[in-house]
């Protein structure tokens, strides 16, 4: 037995220094910037120590501000990524043959090309004289051009395009694992289509559902190439304001502790996604 642990350790150890050397060793150094006194705290009347960052960022209505509008861009994109793949995902399960594998390729080849690609099209698909803005001038909708670009709307659009796969995967994981002759017997005991879908469809795909939204919001919320290309000043981010710190600013110390806020949030809806998921119960299990 001490020998299979040692050849076990021996054959984790370069992976374990690999994520030590590259992983946890700078994360750790950002994170202790984070308790290192700013400066902007004197310029503010915040007396130094420890916790002089954050309280300089909660202080900030700007951060309050940019932060509540990371939190509801977040959580829209979330609800719409989520109302998008369903159809999507329920397809998936019913079609078989080639006609599956080229539907699958479409959901899968968007995370083939590269974000930065994908937001530069957005961009010229979005724009006052662009095709999407043609097209609504043309039919009727609208009889001027809409501001599509650099707002919350380009942003939403941008970021849901890019996270709808990570939506749709989980969904059509938990969908394809439902015993078809559960709905058989609901339906045989009496059941309306409407009852069925409530009581035995929709609680079976509860571990997809969060699972893709979890996915989903918590990727929202570090999102720096959409929002900054589709939103710019207008639609500020967490993650952009961040960025700013240091580009801008040169305020290091500032940016880490923005950057532990946001890791804390996440790692806060990651518990509340894990409590809400029952993984114990074998929900993911066929």
Same mark, same amino acid.
């Given at each position: 037995? =001490?020998?299979? &642990? @040692?050849?076990?350790?021996?054959? %984790?150890?370069?992976?374990? #220094?690999? /994520? !030590?050397?590259?992983f946890?060793?700078?994360l750790s150094?950002?994170?202790?910037?984070?308790?290192?006194?700013?400066?902007?705290?004197?310029?503010?009347?915040?007396g130094?120590?420890?916790?002089?960052?954050?309280?300089?960022?909660?202080?900030?209505?700007?951060?309050?501000?940019?932060?509540?509008?990371t939190?509801?861009?977040?959580?829209?994109?979330?609800?719409?990524?989520?109302?998008?793949?369903?159809?999507?995902?329920?397809?998936?399960?019913?079609?078989?043959?080639?006609?599956?594998?080229?539907?699958?390729?479409?959901?899968?080849?968007?995370?083939?090309?590269?974000?930065?690609?994908?937001?530069?099209?957005?961009?010229?698909?979005l724009?006052?004289?662009? =095709?999407?803005? &043609? @097209?609504?001038l043309?039919?009727? %909708?609208?009889?001027?051009? #809409?501001? /599509? !670009?650099?707002?919350?709307?380009?942003?939403?659009?941008?970021?849901v395009?890019?996270?709808?796969?990570?939506?749709?995967?989980?969904?059509?994981?938990a969908?394809?694992?439902?015993?078809?002759?559960?709905?058989?017997?609901?339906?045989g005991?009496?059941?309306?289509?409407?009852?069925?879908?409530?009581?035995?469809?929709?609680?079976?795909?509860?571990?997809?559902?969060?699972?893709?939204?979890?996915?989903?919001l918590?990727?929202?919320?570090?999102?720096?190439i959409?929002?900054?290309?589709?939103?710019?000043?207008?639609?500020?981010?967490?993650?952009?304001?961040?960025?700013?710190?240091?580009?801008?600013?040169?305020?290091?110390?500032?940016?880490?502790?923005?950057?532990?806020?946001?890791?804390?949030?996440?790692?806060?809806? %990651?518990?509340?996604?894990?409590?809400? /998921?029952?993984?114990?119960?074998?929900?993911?299990?066929?």
């Amino acid at each position: 037995m =001490p020998r299979e &642990r @040692l050849d076990t350790t021996l054959l %984790l150890l370069p992976a374990a #220094l690999f /994520l !030590l050397i590259w992983f946890v060793i700078p994360l750790s150094r950002l994170m202790s910037l984070a308790f290192v006194s700013d400066p902007a705290a004197a310029d503010v009347g915040i007396g130094g120590g420890a916790f002089a960052n954050f309280a300089i960022l909660l202080n900030s209505s700007v951060y309050l501000r940019v932060l509540a509008n990371t939190l509801l861009v977040s959580a829209l994109v979330t609800v719409i990524t989520l109302v998008l793949a369903w159809p999507v995902a329920y397809m998936l399960t019913k079609l078989k043959g080639p006609l599956f594998v080229v539907t699958l390729y479409g959901v899968l080849f968007p995370l083939w090309i590269s974000v930065l690609v994908r937001t530069f099209s957005w961009m010229l698909l979005l724009e006052r004289g662009g =095709p999407v803005n &043609r @097209l609504l001038l043309a039919s009727g %909708l609208t009889d001027h051009p #809409l501001a /599509l !670009l650099f707002n919350e709307t380009g942003v939403v659009i941008g970021m849901v395009h890019v996270l709808l796969p990570y939506a749709i995967l989980p969904l059509y994981s938990a969908m394809n694992r439902i015993d078809g002759r559960l709905l058989m017997a609901s339906d045989g005991l009496g059941a309306g289509v409407m009852d069925t879908f409530r009581r035995v469809y929709l609680p079976l795909c509860l571990p997809g559902l969060f699972g893709g939204g979890t996915f989903v919001l918590l990727l929202s919320l570090g999102f720096f190439i959409t929002p900054a290309l589709l939103g710019g000043a207008n639609a500020m981010t967490l993650s952009m304001l961040i960025s700013s710190f240091v580009t801008d600013r040169l305020a290091w110390s500032l940016a880490a502790a923005g950057s532990l806020l946001l890791l804390v949030i996440v790692l806060v809806l %990651l518990g509340l996604t894990m409590k809400l /998921l029952p993984l114990d119960k074998g929900m993911f299990a066929k």
